[in-house]
């Protein structure tokens, strides 16, 4: 089933700021004392959204903005059936904290209006539904798992607990004597009787139509973006006479080449060592951009051809010949246009100003703190302004999908690379795209969780953030930024708010406790193992 990654940013009155904060700690305190949730009272949440893995309502402060309302929510299915859900469980509360909010200034505001007037009874799924923000970029881990297969394996996986420890109380625990396959057919013929969907087929956790659509749009992407990048050498070879259009290539290329290497440096202060080299990953995936290179050359003759034939009524021959032509001398100016690019970028990285030392509010950060480590998972939420000019514009998009569309296809595994904390991440633009918003659910601390980012993925999280206003200072989009570990903390910090209310469907579990009850239950789905995947398998018990 299709997970969905959404949230609603809705900006707040000034004056109901703190009202609206305290609805929120009205609704956290309906659960258990015990922070975690998912007991006492505040249970039936669990069965009257059932689709949800991961919730949190926020209120952001604001400085520049006034106070902004969050719901971001990780579920399954479609977000129509979810807001309906979640209207069911807590429509009251939620119909309280809207009317805190501003007035919307566009279509939406006779629908506000509806479900904000005194007494109103008009149902605001609808308008949540209107108002959901999609991620510009996200990453699901455990991916394709929905919450009841999460819930069902790891119900299976404490039964094996408990078969494994109680076999024969009195006597020798006859597992101890056993092979891994016999240990798998005994320890299956214990469960079987109270898990009997372990006779059916495991659902895929990524569809055939999910592999090819998260293929398609990345090639897509990179055909569209190269063919972008083309388009400045294939009119400038219209004017130009081939000979002095190669020319000209080579000499502005040269040129800038001199500078980016001037420019290039780090600026006093600011280089973080690494071993990364734009030139090694260049020749390094050289191969595979070859390859790509006649891939798109096929693709846009293929497109190309049948556009041309019907402009300028050449015949098919001549057309698709002609075609190979334009798309080669094309080809040829894009490496100029993306080294003028990339000098552009530098130009204005080594302008950007950095905020070394971001203030932080004592109180709210006490709250934060005093919210944090009470169970495995924790929650982080985080608002940033968007740095301004058009270049920033245009990366900043182009960024955000390029890299959501390669987390699709490198991170399907259950983890994001070598990191195996993360639930749910995801970043989306609020306030007319003036400020990027963050949302993570992960495992062990938030300091832990940030340090694992620094070392394993400092690279991807630059990309991802290096638009915010006060980042760290980087280079080249992807290298220092938040290698820089104590002023990215700092920074992250600063633009974090209270976890008012914050739910997660199974507490208990991290992301490598969810991969590994997973391995245990496709293990267990299959009558009988083999000696050698038998031996892989008991690693999990």
């Given at each position: 089933m299709r997970q969905t990654t959404l949230s609603v940013a809705l900006e707040v009155k000034p004056e109901s700021y703190d009202h609206l904060s305290s609805l929120l700690d009205k609704l956290r305190n309906r659960r258990?004392?015990?922070?975690?949730?998912?007991?006492?009272?505040?249970?039936?949440?669990?069965?009257?959204?059932?689709?949800?893995?991961?919730?949190?309502?926020?209120?952001?402060p604001g400085f520049d903005?006034?106070?902004?309302?969050?719901?971001?929510?990780?579920?399954?299915?479609?977000?129509?059936?979810?807001?309906?859900?979640?209207?069911?469980?807590?429509?009251?509360?939620?119909?309280?904290?809207?009317?805190?909010?501003?007035?919307?200034?566009?279509?939406?505001?006779?629908?506000?209006?509806?479900?904000?007037?005194p007494d109103a009874r008009a149902p605001i799924a609808p308008y949540l539904e209107r108002r959901s923000l999609t991620p510009t970029v996200f990453h699901q881990g455990n991916r394709g798992m929905t919450r009841d297969r999460i819930l069902a394996e790891h119900k299976l996986f404490e039964a094996t607990r408990v078969e494994l420890a109680c076999a024969n109380v009195d006597g020798p625990n006859p597992y101890r004597v056993l092979t891994p396959r016999q240990i798998h057919a005994k320890l299956r013929a214990a469960v079987l009787p109270d898990f009997a969907w372990l006779n059916q087929k495991a659902p895929a956790r990524i569809t055939l139509a999910q592999n090819i659509g998260d293929w398609v749009r990345l090639i897509g992407f990179i055909v569209a973006t190269v063919f972008v990048l083309s388009v400045p050498g294939l009119f400038l070879r219209l004017a130009m006479p081939w000979d002095r259009y190669l020319i000209l290539l080579v000499l502005v290329f040269a040129g800038i080449a001199l500078l980016l290497k001037k420019i290039g440096v780090a600026l006093p202060g600011t280089g973080i060592a690494t071993k990364f080299s734009f030139l090694k990953f260049f020749f390094k995936q050289l191969p595979p951009l070859l390859l790509f290179v006649a891939?798109?050359?096929?693709?846009?003759?293929?497109?190309?051809?049948?556009?041309?034939?019907?402009?300028?009524?050449r015949n098919f021959d001549a057309a698709w010949r002609g075609m190979i032509e334009w798309l080669l001398w094309g080809l040829a100016g894009a490496p100029v246009v993306v080294a003028a690019i990339v000098l552009w970028l530098r130009v204005i990285e080594?302008?950007?100003s950095s905020q070394d030392a971001p203030p932080v509010d004592p109180m709210?950060?006490?709250?934060?703190?005093?919210?944090?480590?009470?169970?495995?998972?924790?929650?982080?939420?985080?608002?940033?302004?968007?740095?301004?000019?058009?270049?920033?514009?245009?990366?900043?998009?182009?960024?955000?999908?390029?890299?959501?569309?390669?987390?699709?296809i490198v991170a399907r595994s259950g983890y994001l690379g070598s990191m195996r904390t993360i639930h749910f991440a995801h970043w989306a633009m609020v306030n007319n795209r003036s400020r990027l918003m963050f949302f993570s659910n992960f495992d062990q601390t938030w300091e832990s969780y940030l340090d694992d980012f620094i070392e394993k993925a400092h690279a991807g999280l630059?990309?991802?953030?290096?638009?915010?206003?006060?980042?760290?200072?980087?280079?080249?989009?992807?290298?220092?930024?938040?290698?820089?570990?104590?002023?990215?903390?700092?920074?992250?910090?600063?633009?974090?708010t209270v976890s008012r209310f914050w739910y997660s469907a199974y507490k208990d579990l991290t992301a490598e406790q969810i991969e590994r009850n997973f391995r245990i239950a496709v293990g267990l789905r299959k009558r009988t193992l083999s000696d050698k995947d038998a031996v892989l398998w008991i690693n999990d018990l």
């Open positions: 258990n004392p015990d922070p975690s949730g998912g007991e006492g009272p505040f249970a039936d949440f669990l069965t009257r959204v059932p689709a949800v893995h991961f919730m949190s309502l926020s209120v952001f903005y006034d106070p902004l309302f969050v719901i971001e929510a990780n579920f399954d299915g479609e977000k129509g059936p979810f807001w309906g859900q979640l209207e069911s469980a807590i429509g009251p509360e939620l119909r309280a904290m809207l009317r805190c909010c501003k007035r919307p200034l566009d279509n939406a505001g006779p629908l506000f209006d509806s479900i904000t007037a891939g798109y050359l096929v693709i846009a003759v293929a497109i190309g051809t049948p556009l041309s034939m019907l402009a300028t009524a080594r302008r950007d709210m950060l006490r709250e934060m703190a005093r919210r944090e480590d009470w169970i495995p998972q924790n929650h982080m939420g985080s608002v940033v302004l968007i740095k301004p000019g058009i270049l920033r514009a245009i990366l900043i998009r182009a960024g955000h999908r390029g890299l959501g569309l390669v987390l699709r630059t990309l991802a953030w290096c638009c915010g206003v006060g980042f760290p200072p980087t280079r080249f989009l992807v290298k220092d930024g938040a290698s820089h570990g104590r002023q990215f903390k700092e920074w992250a910090r600063h633009s974090m």
